[in-house]
């Protein structure tokens, strides 16, 4: 078993240059991000409504 103290092994061959990498995101991409996922929920929502007001429709027919 593997404790916190010992990496899995993938990360364990990884060069210390790779694991001390962490990217920082522009504001331009976070606000680009945030968006993209906004038109996701309404696309989602958009669907979801779709789906049931078609399957409620069939049930009444």
Known sequence: MRTPSQPHGFRANLAPSILNVTPVDEPEVL??????????????FLLSFTAFFVAITSFIW
Not at 31 to 44: C, F, M
Request: proline content about 0%; aromatic content about 0%.
């Open 31 to 44: 606000a680009r991000r945030k968006r993209a996922q906004r038109n996701e929920d309404v696309r989602l």
